[in-house]
């Protein structure tokens, strides 16, 4: 039960990448953590197969993706370009998917209507605050009842009080996860996952939630270095457990780079 | 598409009935036939030219139609590219299974709008050119026709329909498909435009310009069948349609036969379904950026 990436490149023009030779083996629930235009979503659309231009193998249980064809229930995401568009009320959308993918509407009802609300049902897609549309994205990729289940930023544009609920539907969910996110507020639920930080189209680790949590940023490579991280400018960023800024202290990725200007 | 498949193609209907058929008078076509003709001759011819005018606005018309179909479906398709990679990976739904399901809905909704416009057409131009008497039923004038233009073969029309939407769905994916496969999301606006602008361009050459080869382009068949069924007319090689007419009076040496149309007609929707299907395993889609940029 393994997802291998094997230096893999994927972009969206030939010869111009985003991911530049990713290496993971995902075995269980994985967040891929990374600032904006890291690219987490383009990691995300290479692991659906719907990436634009690949390089690299990708084997999902043994299986190359270029030859995975009618496979419900292997793998599902939240990410919006996967659903035609369609001027059907969110209810009708969500049924032909889930049942083409084999999934559970009546869980996908319940979960948009306890963390969203119920008139969320009844209206078309393109209706919807940027909230509800995040919701309901990340409710059709749980209510697959997939394998394997990629979730894109998927407390993007939520409240907080639904950022926390989405996040125990997520933990609680059978499937194996694989999230990419920009924040680091939700490190402390994700107990036993395995986190890999991506920057500028490479991914680092895995690391577990607390050893991450413990790591500091650091610029210089000073004693206890954990993990190098080469930038695109040249310099390296090391994550050590003796000097810097502290990981915790840092709430989105986002600021990785201004916490390395301050220093 | 309700704008230009259909109130588009109303207001051309009506144009064709009493704009540029104002002079299509039995008054005006009197004067072509010598003194003394008998009245059952040139009312006869008169029936006849009427038919055949209307036939030649009903072909055209529901070229120009089905055309303005494909500029929705050209932007559809595009858009579905990635749906359908993810849906046949990871669902029981199989390519095959999305585009014959693709290709019915384009017929449907292509005979639907084409049983509006030849509804609107017998109606128009049966009150234009033969007019109707008007009885009151419990307050609302409701028209008698007293003549009803309608198709000599109906049966021939809704199976060049049928075909010309199988023809036009493919087309529509060859033109979003290449596209896609060109990367070139920029040219969407134009490609999706380009059958319509093909249609009216090599349709209206055809329909009174000019004969001869441009007869079987992928859109000019559609308007000879299309005529052809509505009035039963002899088709010929060497002239427009507006003349085609005159040569059953006159004869021609060009005569053009349906069957030969209808293989031709099944040459390109096979060379337009061969041309997607090749683009289609060849595509990797589009990225969610270049549709936004769009």
Known sequence: ?263 | MWFWAVAFMAFWLFMGAYVYGARVTMEEFIKQFPEGTPRAIIDEAWSKFILHYTAGWYGSIALFSMSAVTIGLVQYIYYSTIPIRYLTKYSKATTTKFYTGFTLAAITGIVVVIIVLLVTTILLYSYRFYGADFHDYRGLPVPVFKNLIVPENPIGVLATTIASGVLMYFISSTVALFVVVLRKPRALGFASFLPYILSFGLGMAGLIATGGRIHFSPFNIILLLNYHYYANATLVLDKPVTAMWRSEIEGSSQVLEPTTLWLVLLGWITLFAVISMALFKKQRGVNLEEIISL
């Open chain 1, 1 to 263: 039960m393994t997802i291998k990436l094997v230096d893999v490149y994927a972009g969206y023009r030939r010869g111009d990448f985003i991911l530049k030779g990713v290496n993971m083996e995902i075995t269980g629930d994985t967040v891929v953590l990374g600032p904006n235009g890291s690219g987490k979503t383009t990691l995300m659309r290479t692991l659906l197969g719907v990436s634009v231009s690949k390089r690299g193998k990708i084997i999902i249980d043994g299986v190359d993706i270029d030859s995975i064809k009618g496979a419900p229930g292997l793998l599902s995401g939240n990410l919006p370009e996967l659903f035609m568009l369609s001027r059907l009320p969110v209810k009708h959308v969500a049924k032909f998917y889930l049942d083409l993918i084999g999934g559970d509407y009546n869980y996908f009802e319940e979960l948009v209507t306890r963390i969203g609300e119920k008139e969320v049902l009844g209206k078309k897609f393109y209706e919807l605050s940027a909230g509800l549309k995040t919701i309901v994205l990340d409710a059709l990729a749980l209510a697959s009842k997939a394998k394997y289940v990629l979730l894109d930023e998927p407390f993007e544009s939520l409240d907080p009080a639904r950022r926390v609920a989405m996040l125990n539907e997520i933990v609680e969910s059978k499937s194996v996860k694989i999230m990419s996110t920009h924040t680091t507020w939700l490190l402390n639920s994700l107990g036993d996952w395995n986190v890999y930080l991506m920057v500028e189209g490479l991914v680092y680790g895995p690391l577990k939630p607390r050893e991450l949590l413990d790591l500091k940023v650091s610029r210089k490579p000073v004693g206890g270095v954990v993990l190098s991280i080469k930038l695109r400018s040249g310099g390296e960023v090391y994550l050590t457990k003796t000097t810097g800024t502290p990981i915790s202290g840092i709430d989105s990725l986002d600021k990785l780079y201004e916490v390395l200007t301050w220093q």
